[in-house]
């Protein structure tokens, strides 16, 4: 499947900074999901996105589809040290295969408290 | 949210060997399920999709025949890696969609097994 552009590969702040990072595809999807992956775990769904345009929040976290369908980005306010992880995109077309998803590469954030 | 369970979620092989991994939907019924695979600090690949009561589908370059694939039930997917060789070493992990909200794109993912084969 086609990976997805995903930015900054990553990030190293301190605790009540925000953060940032997107997306970017050639192809457009109808769904857009952030999810956030810890050692040894498997992904956590943290936002699903479903409308072009559409801007969601989750606690500390926004995420907005964007209105091309070919991006979105991700923002955490306040980091602190337990949002630790690896978060990934994850860009949703339908095909023959179902509604199998396509991820981005990654960004590994690290929050020092 | 929908809980997805793997297991197990390590496991060790001498080369040659097949290894059965389970993936089961705990709360929900799921009649497709996805399995990946993920390298270290890699992204997720999508290996197969698997559909109750039908014939997996595989991405090109996964091959049909060492990832056995099984979708006996709405509640549980097998992969096993047949004749396993150190280069399947890896980190598998399977994602689940809920029946009941099918429309929505929300994949719920396992625990995730880690295979090391010797």
């Known amino acids: 499947g086609q990976q997805l552009n995903q930015s900054p590969q990553s990030m190293f702040i301190q605790e009540g900074e925000d953060v940032s990072m997107n997306c970017t595809s050639s192809?457009?999807?109808?769904?857009w999901l952030w999810y956030k992956q810890e050692p040894g775990e498997g992904p956590v769904l943290l936002i699903a996105?479903?409308?072009?345009?559409e801007l969601t929040s989750n606690g500390r976290l926004t995420a907005q589809f964007g209105i091309t369908r070919k991006d979105s980005f991700l923002n955490i306010s306040a980091s602190i040290p337990s949002d630790v992880g690896i978060y990934f995109c994850?860009?949703?077309?339908?095909?023959?295969?179902?509604?199998?998803?396509?991820f981005g590469k990654g960004t590994s954030l690290l929050v020092t408290p | 949210g929908a809980v997805v369970s793997q297991h197990p979620s390590r496991v060790i092989c001498k080369s040659g060997t097949s290894v059965k991994i389970e993936c089961r939907s705990l709360?929900?019924?799921?009649?497709?399920m996805f399995w990946y695979r993920q390298f270290p600090k890699q992204s997720l690949m999508l290996m197969a999709t698997?559909?109750?009561?039908?014939?997996?589908?595989?991405e090109q370059g996964v091959e049909k025949d060492k990832f056995l694939i099984n979708h006996a039930s709405l509640t549980l997917s097998t992969l096993t890696v047949t004749s396993a060789h150190p280069e399947d070493s890896s980190f598998y992990i399977c994602?689940?969609?809920?029946?009941?909200?099918?429309?929505?794109?929300?994949?719920?993912f396992g625990e995730g097994s880690r295979l090391t084969v010797l």
């Open positions: 996105l479903y409308k072009a345009g």
């Open positions: 994850a860009g949703q077309r339908h095909s023959n295969s179902g509604y199998a998803l396509n």
């Open positions: 192809s457009i999807f109808n769904t």
């Open positions: 698997s559909n109750e009561g039908s014939k997996a589908t595989y």
């Open positions: 994602s689940a969609r809920d029946l009941a909200i099918a429309n929505t794109g929300e994949l719920f």
């Open positions: 709360d929900f019924q799921a009649t497709t």
